[in-house]
């Protein structure tokens, strides 16, 4: 399954977390040899967010609604921490966007903010959109690709697509399991960390894991990169992003954001 749209956390621009995050990134790149493609720096708290993209005015409005209560969700978070996002260990996986990366602390409280987005704006809308292919199946065609997809509407057959009856079913039992999907997703599933280096490099070879250590150690001024998470780097509050991440990284939109 793609990315396709992904709620991103970001330190603000011109601050001091966003400018040492984002040279280390270009420092870091320099290091594969497949020419990484940039990214900003950021958390992804979700990916897959249920958006219609066919329309423009119906995205504007799906884009504007869920920045909007994802503002009043991340500001309803108790007041108990420092900082909500918190750097820790430098770490490394085969998969394209965990090439290299920093883990992030699972705190309580964006563990929760995650688990609302996954919820609300994933979960939700996704089951209620798999339920009505079952009671509305006229409503829905197949692709050249065989995916199941929602009719458009025809000019042609307007007045006799208008007459079509269309089920109704109630919600709330999908709403209630959503609940309980979104809480093992959080605490199974939910990986929070920020990507240094998107790459197709592996493995990455002794050399060059000191080489960027060295290079992580200098930008950050410490000692160790076991040292990081006793800096206290990281950030509270910045700014929400809506990212569609289809494509080639280069290519990625963002759809919309909100400072918090």
Request: proline residues 5%; hydrophobic residues 45%; negative net charge.
């Given at each position: 399954m793609g990315l396709g749209v992904a709620l991103w956390l970001c330190p603000k621009?011109?601050?001091?977390i966003y400018d040492k995050i984002n040279t280390l990134q270009c420092s870091l790149n320099t290091l594969f040899p497949d020419q990484p493609p940039r990214f900003e720096p950021h958390i992804?708290?979700?990916?897959?967010?249920?958006?219609?993209?066919d329309d423009p005015q119906i995205t504007r409005d799906d884009v504007d609604r869920i920045l909007s209560a994802s503002v009043v969700a991340i500001r309803s978070l108790p007041k108990n921490h420092e900082n909500l996002i918190k750097l820790s260990n430098i770490d490394s996986q085969r998969k394209l966007f965990k090439k290299l990366y920093f883990q992030v602390l699972r705190d309580p409280n964006l563990i929760?903010?995650?688990r609302i987005i996954r919820e609300?704006?994933?979960?939700?809308?996704?089951?209620?959109e798999k339920e009505n292919q079952k009671q509305n199946p006229h409503l829905y065609t197949q692709d050249v690709n065989g995916v199941t997809i929602k009719r458009k509407p025809s000019k042609k057959h307007k007045h006799k697509e208008e007459q079509l009856p269309i089920k109704k079913f109630d919600t709330s039992h999908i709403e209630a399991a959503a609940?309980?999907?979104a809480a093992e997703w959080s605490q199974q599933e939910y990986d929070p960390h920020l990507s240094l280096v998107?790459?197709?490099?592996?493995?990455?070879?002794?050399a060059l894991w000191r080489t960027i250590k060295t290079r992580i150690s200098d930008n950050l001024n410490v000692e160790s990169c076991?040292?990081?998470?006793n800096t206290g780097l990281g950030w509270d509050g910045g700014v929400l992003k809506l990212v569609l991440c289809e494509g080639d990284v280069n290519e990625w939109v963002t759809l919309g954001s909100v400072d918090i």
């Open positions: 621009r011109n601050t001091q992804t708290i979700t990916t897959n967010i249920i958006i219609d993209l929760s903010f995650a609300l704006f994933v979960i939700i809308p996704s089951d209620i609940a309980y999907k998107y790459s197709n490099l592996w493995p990455i070879d002794n076991d040292d990081i998470i």
